[in-house]
């Protein structure tokens, strides 16, 4: 019984070690895959990097670049309290890229993403490569720190956006702008012609503000007023609204009148078109006497006393006699029309204020041209009849003898003296006087 009792204690502990054999491989398996993914068995040149700090964005193992390139990554971040040491892993490959007397700058891979290290290259580069256990300081230039502190300005407002909105907009952005460099850097080569050209005026620009300044400070002062307007013009909005019913029924009768006139001026239209042509004659004429268009309206003007008094003034009716004679016979063919013959032109004659009586004007209308009644064969035409009365009147038309005798009839009228009564009195009086017997009363 003993036999197969040790038999079994041996096989037990054979399986048991067994078992601590395999999760040994196992751990060790575990141990070196953690070996390799840290590089512990690939050749590094490790420097360390002193800086001034290094924030929460930058983690081992943080990559190592120079000029995109990737030459190392970051090992340890340790604090030395003023300051930040970190150890950097560089490729042995690549030492060679990286002169001795390399500085380094800490900045984001995005806006939003963690902090690499990157190798910046002096102005002045060292020919001597960089040695493992070199001390690299952090770049302290003016660009340096502006970018720095831009960056670090710009987190806490990147912090209180949402991400994702800005990685929209940046990325439209992005798009926008791929593919366009050279049109932007010509229109910035543009912009800087522009300013320079501007610079000059820079104090008739400085003027300018100044003078803005002044008209808001009057603006300031017209404030009142402005409110004023304003405020009537809100109350004229407010009318506007409140009437918009009657205001919306003229436009819509306004519609139909607009309707109505186009069918007005669609039916006339050839009408219309020969109304101005035919009217082109008159208005030539009248374009011809319009000179003496003004001093005839003043001289209406100023005879309306002369007129009214001969009419009677307060008391209606001519305050003459007028005794009819024998009758002088009817209109006549081709013996009693007036002729047409006189185109001297606008002429005034002295007209709004005469300063005398006017000459004895011969009228070409067919009657007394030539001094004498017309002796054309329109006149040879007329009937003895006809002539026999008429003709004795017809030659005294006018004339100087007649003149006389109505000045000495319309001077009481008017109030005027004989030689006073203005040519308007005779041209309407004669005409109703010739041929007939006047007694003054």
């Not at 029924?249 to 078109?273: C, G, K």
Request: aromatic share 6%; net charge neutral.
């Amino acid at each position: 019984m003993s036999a197969p009792k040790t038999a079994g204690l041996a096989a037990a502990v054979k399986r048991r070690v067994l078992g601590l054999g395999f999760l040994a491989v196992i751990a060790g398996a575990v141990a070196l895959s953690i070996a390799l993914y840290n590089k512990a068995f690939t050749p590094v040149v490790e420097v360390t990097l002193k800086a001034g700090s290094a924030g929460n964005q930058l983690s081992a193992p943080a990559d190592v670049k120079l000029r995109g390139l990737i030459v190392g990554e970051v090992r340890t971040i340790s604090s030395t309290g003023d300051g930040a040491t970190l150890e950097l892993a560089l490729d042995p490959d690549q030492v060679a890229l990286i002169p001795a007397n390399v500085q380094a700058q800490l900045v984001p891979k995005t806006l939003f993403g963690e902090k690499f290290v990157d190798l910046v290259i002096p102005d002045k580069p060292s020919q001597t490569p960089i040695r493992a256990g070199a001390v690299i300081g952090q770049d302290r230039s003016v660009t340096a720190r502006e970018t720095e502190q831009a960056l670090n300005d710009l987190l806490p407002l990147l912090t209180a956006l949402r991400p994702q909105d800005v990685s929209t907009a940046l990325n439209g952005i992005s798009s926008a702008l791929r593919g366009r460099g050279d049109r932007l850097g010509k229109n910035l080569v543009l912009v800087d012609g522009y300013l320079k050209g501007i610079n000059p005026e820079l104090p008739t620009l400085r003027q300018n503000f100044d003078g803005l300044a002044d008209f808001s400070d009057t603006l300031n002062r017209t404030t009142p007023n402005l409110s004023a307007v304003l405020d009537n013009t809100s109350f004229l909005a407010r009318s506007l609204v409140d009437t918009k019913g009657s205001l919306s029924r003229f436009l819509a009768s306004t519609t139909t009148s607009t309707q109505d006139l186009d069918r007005l001026l669609t039916n006339n239209e050839n009408r219309l078109v020969r109304l101005a042509a035919d009217s082109l004659p008159s208005l030539q004429v009248y374009d011809k006497y319009s000179p003496e268009f003004p001093c005839l309206a003043k001289g209406l003007a100023a005879s309306d006393t002369f007129i009214s008094n001969s009419f009677g003034g307060l008391q209606p009716g001519l305050h003459i006699t007028l005794e009819f004679v024998k009758e002088q016979g009817g209109y006549t063919p081709n013996a009693d029309e007036p002729r047409y013959r006189d185109d001297r032109g606008p002429r005034c004659y002295g007209i709004p204020d005469p300063k005398g009586r006017a000459a004895d004007i011969n009228f070409k209308d067919g009657f007394r041209d030539n001094g004498g009644p017309d002796t054309t064969q329109a006149g040879a035409a007329s009937s003895p009849a006809g002539n026999a009365g008429s003709e004795p009147a017809r030659a005294l038309a006018g004339s100087t003898a007649e003149r006389r005798v109505m000045g000495a009839v319309l001077a009481p009228v008017l109030g005027v003296s004989g030689d006073d009564v203005p040519d308007l009195a005779y041209l309407l009086f004669g005409p109703m006087a010739r041929g007939t017997q006047v007694g003054l009363k």
